[in-house]
């Protein structure tokens, strides 16, 4: 995953910001530095945006790291749900807290490169100790969430509770919370953050996306 550095890495459109690795704003890098054009004199766009994504992201992530330790230490079938509920309940109340130490932590596990020398690692042990279930398992549940066919499995369960906890899509709800906050770090004052909520509901209304 990459740093928060100061280099683009998002493309801006009248539908919405796409960053390079596919996350989806539903607001528009105009509405954003028109109602908190302050915000991103301290802080860059950018770096917020990789923030917001990072931590939308952390579902899969902590699932990831979660079902080599636990296919360890527990049977199969109960690693195999321990970490879908694990991840059902992080999609669930993550974005209402974006944690600061936990989108570095976030950004960092990641990485490809670590997570797949962590399987190998582990289901390397696991195969050496003749569990070819809990290996099997392994491999299917990394190829299943890094290829995103768990969180498209759960995207319809979890819908309507999404609906009712948050007002925007997710990447959009932590990307305003961590606008929010680094307003409150920087004494910036935001009058036109409801302005600026209220146009990325509804444009995620206008494309049937609620």
Known sequence: MRSFSDKPT??????????????RFRTTEKLLR?????VFERESLEALIQRAEAWAQSPVTIALWALPALLMVVPVWIAAIATLFLFALWRLFSPSAPAQSGIVLS??????VLQGLYYVIVLTLLGWDGQTPAVIC??????????????LLFKPILAPALTKLYQLP???QVLRALIVRAALRHNVD??????????????????GLR
Request: net charge negative; glycine share 10%.
């Open 10 to 23: 998002f493309a801006d459109s009248p539908t919405g910001i796409v960053t390079a690795s596919g996350t």
């Open 34 to 38: 028109e109602f908190a054009g302050p």
């Open 107 to 112: 950004n960092v596990l990641q990485k490809p």
């Open 138 to 151: 392994g491999l299917a549940g990394f190829i299943s969430l890094r290829f995103g066919l768990i969180d």
């Open 170 to 172: 997710i990447p959009d």
């Open 190 to 207: 935001l009058p036109e953050i409801s302005q600026l909520e209220q146009s990325a509901r509804e444009a995620w209304n206008i494309r």
